[in-house]
C-alpha cells in the first residue's frame, strides 16, 4: 500500500546542474502534480497532468520541465538548477482532475548552493 | 484569482486545550473546502472536507464547517493532544469552471502541543 512514492527523499545540487526528481502512485489515478513548498509560502503548483498523455503549466512553471512517463509516473525535472529552487518539493495524485482528495508523496527537499 | 488566508501562527497550545485555526477563502463560484494536515517530515495527509455550504467535515476529533455567507471555515478540535503537533493547510478547489484541477492552499499554520 505504498501510495505516492517520490525519489530522491534529500539531494544537493550546484547551480546550473540539472537532475530528475521522480514521482510514481499505484493507485490508478488519472491526475498527477507537482508542488513545491517554501516557508511561508504555502504550496504552489508547478505542472499538473490531468490525464495521461497531457501536461499543463501551474502557478510556477519557470525553470522546470515534466513527463508524464505513463498513467503511473510523473517526473520533474531542472535543466539548470538555480539557488532559488531550493524547495521542498510534492509529488500528488487524484482520481481525477476534479480534485476531491489529493493524495501526497513524502516530498524531496532540494539545495542548490 | 483563488485565495485562502490563514491564521499564521505558530500555535502553541497545552495538552487538553481549545483548538480553533482560522481560515477564510476567496473564491470564483463555489468551491470545495479542505484541511490537510503535515506531520515532521511527512507529506500532506487529507484531515476532512466539505464539498457544500452548511456541510461539516469532522474526522478525528477535528471539525470544520462550510460557511458561505462568511467563507469561512474554521477548524476546531475540543481537546487537543501532544500527538497534534503538525502544520495544518487549508485548501479549496473551485468548482465554477477550469480550475477545479488544483489545490490552493493557505500558508500553514504549525500548532505545537506541550504536554
Known amino acids: 500500500n505504498a501510495g505516492v512514492t517520490q525519489t530522491p527523499k534529500f539531494q544537493v545540487l550546484k547551480t546550473g546542474q540539472s537532475m530528475t526528481l521522480q514521482c510514481a502512485q499505484d493507485?490508478?489515478?488519472?491526475?498527477m502534480y507537482w508542488y513545491r513548498q517554501d516557508p511561508g509560502m504555502g504550496l504552489r503548483l508547478i505542472y499538473y497532468s490531468a490525464s495521461e498523455g497531457t501536461t499543463d503549466k501551474g502557478e510556477v512553471p519557470n525553470g522546470y520541465n515534466v513527463s508524464r512517463l505513463n498513467k503511473r509516473e510523473f517526473s520533474l525535472r531542472l535543466e539548470s538548477a538555480a539557488p532559488s529552487q531550493t524547495s521542498v518539493y510534492f509529488c500528488?495524485?487524484?482520481?481525477?482532475?476534479?480534485?476531491?482528495?489529493?493524495?501526497f508523496g513524502q516530498g524531496t527537499r532540494l539545495t542548490v548552493v | 484569482g483563488d485565495s485562502v488566508t490563514q491564521m499564521e501562527g505558530p500555535v502553541t497550545l497545552s495538552e487538553e486545550a481549545f483548538l480553533t485555526i482560522n481560515c477564510t477563502y476567496t473564491a470564483t463560484g463555489y468551491p470545495s473546502l479542505f484541511w490537510y494536515v503535515q506531520y515532521p517530515g511527512e507529506g500532506l495527509q487529507l484531515l476532512l472536507k466539505a464539498t457544500k455550504a452548511d456541510d461539516k467535515g469532522s474526522n478525528k476529533g477535528f471539525e470544520a464547517t462550510y460557511r458561505k455567507e462568511t467563507t469561512s471555515f474554521h477548524l476546531e478540535k475540543g481537546s487537543v493532544q501532544v500527538s497534534d503537533s503538525a502544520v495544518y493547510f487549508c485548501?479549496?478547489?473551485?468548482?465554477?469552471?477550469?480550475?477545479?484541477?488544483?489545490?490552493?492552499f493557505g500558508k500553514g499554520t504549525l500548532l505545537t502541543v506541550n504536554p
Open positions: 485548501a479549496l478547489t473551485d468548482n465554477s469552471g477550469g480550475s477545479n484541477y488544483k489545490l490552493t
Open positions: 500528488a495524485s487524484s482520481e481525477t482532475y476534479r480534485v476531491t482528495e489529493a493524495f
Open positions: 493507485m490508478n489515478h488519472n491526475s
